[in-house]
């Protein structure tokens, strides 16, 4: 089994930073893309910020130069980086991963999987 953990977010002031990180663990062979994605009430979930097993990145244009993705992989972590936060940043936040399993020696097709959420509120 594979599980996303998710910790950081919380209630930060307009123009305030912070910062969620996410872990992946279980019976992991590789990960390959690693990303934020949020969700606001009676909104749709939609995509923050995405980062490939090398290196390539990509961010909505909502958040460019004011968010900041990375990855160890050796520490199978991703984390996101808020700064210049604004009100309309607040939703839940979701770790989502592309993980390729192996279970007995066999590795099994890549599957995507979801953290559990934290929320992230911006308010004065």
């Known amino acids: 089994q594979v599980q996303l953990v998710e910790s950081g977010g919380g209630l930060v002031q307009p123009g305030g930073s912070l910062s969620v990180s996410c872990v992946a663990s279980?019976?992991?062979?590789?990960?390959?893309?690693m990303g934020w994605y949020r969700q606001a009430p009676g909104k749709q979930r939609e995509l923050v910020a995405a980062v490939t097993r090398g290196g390539s990145i990509n961010y909505a244009d909502s958040v460019k130069g004011r968010f900041t993705i990375s990855r160890d992989n050796a520490k199978k972590m991703v984390y996101l980086q808020m700064n210049s936060l604004k009100p309309e940043d607040t939703a839940v936040y979701y770790c989502n991963a592309e993980i390729t399993t192996i279970r007995n020696g066999i590795v099994n097709e890549a599957q995507n999987y979801w953290g559990q959420g934290t929320q992230v509120t911006v308010s004065s």
């Open positions: 279980g019976s992991i062979f590789t990960i390959n893309t």
